[in-house]
């Protein structure tokens, strides 16, 4: 018996004990995690996109599109196969014939001719008669030389084609094929359309002159320019060919009157009764057709067909040389509907011009007051049009916004199984009724200015705003297909399907109507043949090969009365439907195309202005836009210039030119305008009442989304906001003072229009950075003689200034200055200082050697000499005040001040110069202490080079350190000591001024007294015009003053000649004194009451106080100024403290040249 073998893990492979299904689940929980939170980021994407690029989107910048056109795969020879040999032949020509014309109509309308050109330059013409080995080539890189050259051939190829047909029976039936006529006529009006461009462009006109010209220049001296003779007689024949081809707008003349019989092949066109009388009848059949709807709300393309059914009817003209009046009176009776018929772009055609200079027989046949009655329609037209453009434009703006709503509602809701083919058909009808609203809008806008630029009559303000809004309109329309493409594109293949069975059902019906009639003739059997043919058609996609095949063979399949006439009328509108729902991408961009705006771009600044002052509504700006976009595609065709990048920035230069002046400048300013007056309201302003003067909601600007325009996003809300940022950041560095005033209308922006604005950042009362240290330097004397010096505050202050405010300058400043430039600046600035000094001295050691000056204080020298000890050893103050009016007797100059106001003027400018010098060393101090912060502990810094060497890092990290610790010791010893500058400026002036040349200077001290006087008093009238409305001249402190003269005190080594005058304490007496007396009168004349003579008195005493207190002042200063010249030694006690610490002389070198650091 054999034992089966069982597997060690037997046991857990027989039950299941839920383990995987727990582990599934898990994993399909986090599958789902995963699928939530993708969609919320594509979701989330979605949603920034749309914020930020908006509703309208450049169509050609789509990152992925649908396209719904089908394509044709299959052969016209597989499309058309039947049991009939010979219906197939003919089906097989007319559908090739009519897919050639189509192919040539789209290559023949490129819009490289309608651009405007630049004006040739004569050396570039030159160049190219130098370089050029075939000459033509580079008069015209055109290939509508060739191409305009066969049309006409090929026009009468199809023509005798048609005729032969005529006489080759198919069947003993003749075929009447109407949709080759059409074709045929869409044909002759590419060869129209090429004339009326060709008579519309002046520039190419005038270059073909130019070049003529050029070409006779070339006779007389053919070897300038390298070209042999005998080359310029066929290429000028070759150039009168071209001319007589194209430029004489003979192009579609030429087509008509060329020969289309043939003998030799047996073609007799023009004596085929029958063919001319099938021609005639066709012509007939679709202007009826087009006279029905022309003008009217369901018309489509009847215009079109109108031009052809004249350019057939010129044809049938010149071929058979027959007028039936009454047709040519038909067709021009539409000239009273229809004036004008835009052909493309800015092209327009006059079909009643058109008719009388083609068919003159026909003309001479009708009453020149008709004729000039359909001429004068033009007028009238446009006049009408002018009147009724604003309600034309009220009744589309509510047609069309129910047709977006239709649109929105029907393409929002879903289809339901029940009302499947209800859904659809209403669908199919909203889509129509959307491409008729665009013909119809675009129809009027192209008609109405193009017709007034061609006939040069000026249009209104009203007309021209009513024509861009119908273009919002057109631009909306298509917009609306854009934005729901998705759901149009899943309804267009459910569309056609419906409308190729309605069609195949109307079809099977006629067919079986057909099959029942036992009566057998080849004629049924051909229309049998063509409705199964059509029948094949319909039953694949919907392509315009199929779509024209079917049209053909029901051109045969509708004869013997196969279709009753309420069948055959719906069959030809499911048939059109069929056409427009196939092509309807085509169709909305064709019939929403603006470009012709490119030849009316004088209407956009008005348009702008429009919008400014409707700014509700301001959202429309992104419609015209998109509008002023659809001339791009047709701008990169450009053959004139090298490059069509070049006509592409000229355009958007030119649009961005206007766009910025008639709104965005516009808006910053009025936005400007209303923040300044909103602010400044407790100003009294214009009214501002907005229901008398009215108001704008500008806000609405900034609630745009970005416009796209080219290359880039143009942000409204952006622009301003930058505007405005600037402004206010300008205007408060010129002015200072007026920082609330912007920082309020700042918050303002940001409150009423909802602007981000930016923080200026600047300071609300002075920069940090004030006036610079080399600024200062370099013009050290104009800097001594604006600033005043307050020696407490350590602070200059300007004297006076053309603004509202003065500037200061303090030690932050010149920390600030000193840590931009470097520390080697202080001593390059003392240097300076040390020049301008010396010059200063030269006129003070002129002033002192004068005769009047030195007679009179060696006078007043002896005469205090004399007379101490009877004035308590005090100078006495009447003698000072004698030689300060004194000196006045020597002369003033012209704005009033004495010899002694200008050296006044003098040491207080010396001793601004020494408070500047105090500032440097203090400003160096504050930046050196400033930059040491970091270093924890200033009496025990560590040798960073040793540490690196130990750690044995590179030589260049080692030379890094070896940097920063002489870095660092410079910082310590300047933040620890800094530079005496003030020791040194006195050690190298002092030998000088105390030597035995300059002894008329020793008698400074006796001027001091003098001088307090004439400070005191021009002190007190500097502050007292403070409370003055002119506060030219007003001041409130000059410690220049004080600090100038105890400088020179110290040169001198006088401090104790002075000290002995007790001058202060003279002064202190001799106002207490009179204070005393006039308290005492006071009391006096109390008792009298004399109110007069107390006011007299209260006064004298008010003024005594303040000049007493101005002294005290000056006294106070000048005792500050002396502590540091260290007043309390003389120059010998100096001199000894020196020798014994055994220290040589100063080392002023410094002084004498420039140190930098």
Same mark, same amino acid.
């Given at each position: ?8 893990d ?10 995987? /299904?727990?582990?599934?689940?898990v994993?399909l ?8 939170e ?8 979605e949603?920034a996109?749309?914020d ?18 089908p394509?044709?795969?299959?052969s016209?020879?597989?499309l ?24 040539? /109509? ?11 050109s ?9 160049h190219?008669?130098r370089n050029?080995p ?13 191409f ?8 009468a ?8 047909s ?7 039936f ?9 074709h045929?006529?869409?044909?002759? $009006? ?6 009326e461009?060709?008579?519309?462009h002046?520039?190419?006109?005038d ?35 071209l001319?007589?081809?194209m ?38 059949t ?19 067909k ?18 039936d009046?009454k ?18 772009a ?6 009643d ?10 003309? #001479?046949?009708m009453?020149?007051?008709?004729l ?22 009220q ?12 649109m ?12 499947l ?10 889509f129509v ?7 119809s809008i ?18 209104t ?9 119908? $273009?919002?309109l057109?631009?909306a ?10 759901? $149009? ?7 056609t ?10 079809i ?15 004629q049924r059997?051909d229309?049998?043949?063509?409705l ?13 090969e199929?779509?024209?095949?079917v ?24 048939l059109? #439907?069929?056409?427009?729902?196939? @092509? ?9 195309d603006c ?10 600044p008005?348009?702008?202005?429009d ?24 701008m990169?065709y450009?053959?004139?210039m ?22 965005l400048?516009?808006?910053? #300013? ?5 923040l300044?007056?909103?602010v ?5 302003l ?16 900034f609630s ?7 290359n880039r996003?143009i ?21 200072l ?9 700042r ?20 920069l ?14 104009v800097?001594v003689s604006r ?11 300007? /004297? ?12 932050r ?23 301008f000094?010396?010059?200063k ?10 005769e ?37 007797k ?5 704005d009033g ?30 930046c ?16 960073? @080079? ?15 350190a ?6 660092l ?38 001027? $001091?007294?003098?001088?307090t ?6 002190s007190?009238?500097?502050k007292?015009?403070?409370n ?26 006088q ?16 106002? /207490?004194?009179?204070m005393?007396a006039?308290?005492?009168?006071q ?17 004298t ?5 303040g ?13 500050s100024?002396?502590?540091?010249f260290?007043?309390d030694?003389?120059?010998a006690?100096?001199?000894?403290e020196?020798k ?7 080392d ?8 930098s650091?």
């Amino acid at each position: 018996m054999a034992v089966e073998t069982i597997a060690p893990d037997w046991e857990f492979d027989r039950f299941d004990d839920g383990s995987q /299904k727990i582990h599934t689940d898990v994993q399909l929980k986090n599958y789902s995690k995963f699928l939530e939170e993708y969609t919320s980021q594509l979701r989330g994407i979605e949603e920034a996109l749309d914020d930020s690029i908006g509703d309208v989107w450049d169509f050609t910048l789509d990152p992925i599109a649908l396209k719904l056109l089908p394509y044709e795969q299959s052969s016209l020879l597989e499309l058309i196969k039947t049991d009939n040999k010979v219906l197939n032949k003919v089906i097989t020509v007319y559908a090739a014939l009519c897919s050639e014309v189509k192919k040539l /109509k789209y290559e023949c309308l490129t819009p490289a001719l309608l651009k405007e050109s630049p004006r040739f330059k004569w050396a570039d013409l030159s160049h190219s008669f130098r370089n050029s080995p075939v000459l033509c080539h580079d008069v015209m890189k055109w290939w509508s030389i060739l191409f305009i050259s066969w049309l006409p051939s090929t026009t009468a190829t199809r023509v005798q084609q048609k005729s032969l047909s005529r006489q080759v029976s198919i069947s003993s039936f003749v075929l009447p094929l109407q949709t080759v006529y059409e074709h045929l006529g869409e044909l002759l $009006v590419v060869l129209l359309t090429l004339d009326e461009i060709m008579e519309n462009h002046g520039t190419l006109k005038d270059h073909w002159k130019m070049y003529k010209r050029l070409l006779k220049s070339v006779h007389h001296n053919p070897g300038k320019f390298s070209i042999p003779e005998e080359k310029l007689k066929p290429f000028e024949k070759l150039l009168l060919k071209l001319e007589g081809q194209m430029l004489d707008g003979m192009i579609l003349q030429a087509c008509v009157e060329q020969r289309f019989d043939d003998p030799g092949e047996g073609v007799a066109v023009s004596k085929n009764s029958a063919f001319a009388e099938e021609f005639a009848f066709n012509i007939r059949t679709i202007f009826t057709n087009v006279e029905s709807k022309i003008g009217e709300p369901s018309e489509i393309d009847q215009r079109d067909k109108y031009a052809s059914v004249c350019g057939l009817y010129v044809l049938h003209f010149h071929i058979f040389r027959s007028v039936d009046k009454k047709f040519y009176k038909a067709l021009l009776d539409i000239c009273k509907k229809v004036p004008a018929v835009t052909l493309t772009a800015n092209i327009i055609w006059f079909p009643d011009a058109f008719l009388i200079a083609k068919v003159p027989a026909a003309a #001479k046949l009708m009453d020149k007051k008709s004729l000039q009655a359909i001429r004068a329609q033009r007028d009238t037209y446009l006049q009408q049009r002018a009147q009724t453009l604003t309600k034309d434009v009220q009744s589309y703006y509510v047609f069309v916004t129910s047709w977006m709503m239709k649109m929105e509602s029907i393409l929002s809701t879903e289809h339901k199984g029940d009302k499947l083919a209800e859904d659809l058909n209403s669908r199919c009808n909203v889509f129509v009724q959307g491409i008729l609203y665009a013909y119809s809008i675009g129809t009027i806008i192209k008609t109405t200015m193009n017709m007034y630029m061609s006939m040069q009559r000026p249009m209104t303000k009203t007309s021209v705003k009513a024509l861009c809004r119908l $273009v919002e309109l057109l631009k909306a329309v298509e917009h609306m297909f854009h934005r729901r493409s998705m759901v $149009v594109a899943d309804s267009v293949s459910h569309i056609t399907q419906q409308l190729q069975s309605q069609a195949l059902n109307a079809i099977g019906v006629a067919k079986k109507r057909v099959i029942s009639d036992k009566k057998y003739s080849e004629q049924r059997l051909d229309v049998l043949s063509s409705l199964v043919l059509a029948e094949n058609a319909l039953s694949g996609p919907s392509t315009k090969e199929r779509r024209l095949v079917v049209s053909l063979a029901l051109c045969v399949g509708t004869q013997l009365k196969t279709f009753k006439d309420e069948e055959l009328l719906p069959l030809q509108l499911v048939l059109k #439907k069929l056409d427009l729902i196939s @092509e309807l991408s085509e169709r909305v961009k064709l019939q929403c195309d603006c470009s012709f705006l490119y030849w009316h771009r004088a209407v956009f600044p008005i348009y702008l202005d429009d919008v400014y002052d409707y700014a509700v509504d301001a959202a429309r700006i992104h419609y015209m836009f998109s509008a002023l976009r659809d001339s791009v595609p047709s701008m990169l065709y450009a053959k004139h210039m090298e490059s069509c990048d070049q006509l592409l920035e000229s355009y958007d230069k030119e649009i961005m030119d206007v766009f910025n002046e008639h709104l965005l400048d516009k808006l910053c #300013k009025e936005i400007e305008k209303d923040l300044r007056l909103s602010v400044h309201t407790h100003l009294k302003l214009d009214d501002r009442n907005p229901f008398k003067v009215g108001m704008k909601d500008l806000a609405h600007f900034f609630s745009l989304k970005p416009i796209r325009f080219f290359n880039r996003f143009i942000l409204i809300k952006a622009y301003v906001t930058h505007y405005l940022d600037k402004t206010f950041y300008n205007l408060t560095t010129v002015a200072l003072h007026d920082w609330a005033t912007y920082s309020e209308m700042r918050n303002l922006a940001t409150q009423r229009y909802g602007l981000t604005m930016t923080e200026a950042h600047l300071p609300s009362q002075t920069l940090e950075q004030g006036l610079d240290v080399l600024e200062i330097m370099r013009n050290i004397h104009v800097f001594v003689s604006r600033y005043l010096y307050n020696l407490n505050n350590q602070i200059f202050v300007e /004297k006076a200034s053309n603004n509202k405010h003065l500037n200061t300058i303090n030690i932050r400043h010149i920390a600030n200055s000193i840590r931009t430039h470097g520390t080697g600046i202080m001593n390059t600035t003392v240097n300076f200082t040390y020049q301008f000094l010396q010059k200063k001295f030269y006129i003070f050691s002129q002033f002192m050697y004068d005769e009047h000056i030195k007679s009179r204080l060696i006078k007043d020298i002896r005469f205090f000499r004399e007379t101490k000890d009877q004035s308590d050893q005090k100078y006495p103050f009447e003698r000072a005040e004698k030689f300060n009016r004194g000196i006045r007797k020597l002369g003033i100059t012209p704005d009033g001040q004495s010899y002694l106001d200008q050296f006044r003027q003098l040491i207080s400018q010396i001793g601004n110069a020494m408070g500047y010098v105090r500032m440097i060393r203090s400003g160096g101090l504050h930046c050196c202490s400033s930059a040491i912060r970091f270093v924890p502990d200033l009496e025990d810094i560590v040798n960073f @080079e040793e540490l690196v060497k130990e750690e044995g890092l590179s030589e260049e990290t080692q030379k890094a350190a070896s940097v920063l610790d002489s870095v660092l010791g410079d910082l310590t010893s300047n933040s620890a000591e800094g530079t005496e500058y003030f020791k040194m400026l006195v050690a190298v002036f002092a030998p000088e001024f105390r030597s035995a040349k300059n002894m008329h200077l020793r008698n400074f001290y006796m001027i $001091v007294p003098p001088l307090t006087v004439n400070f005191v008093e021009h002190s007190i009238s500097c502050k007292e015009k403070l409370n003055k409305k002119n506060k030219t001249g007003a001041a409130f402190t000059d410690d220049g003053f004080a600090m100038g003269v105890a400088y020179i005190l110290k040169l001198l080594d006088q401090y104790l000649e002075f000290d002995s005058l007790h001058w202060f304490q003279a002064v202190r007496d001799k106002y /207490k004194k009179e204070m005393k007396a006039v308290v005492k009168e006071q009391s006096v004349q109390s008792a009298s009451q004399d109110e007069k003579l107390l006011q007299t008195m209260n006064l004298t005493q008010k003024r005594l106080d303040g000049y007493l207190q101005e002294f005290e002042l000056l006294h106070f200063s000048l005792s500050s100024a002396r502590i540091f010249f260290r007043a309390d030694k003389t120059a010998a006690e100096e001199t000894q403290e020196k020798k014994e610490k055994a220290g040589g002389p100063p080392d002023v070198s410094t002084l004498t040249e420039p140190i930098s650091k």
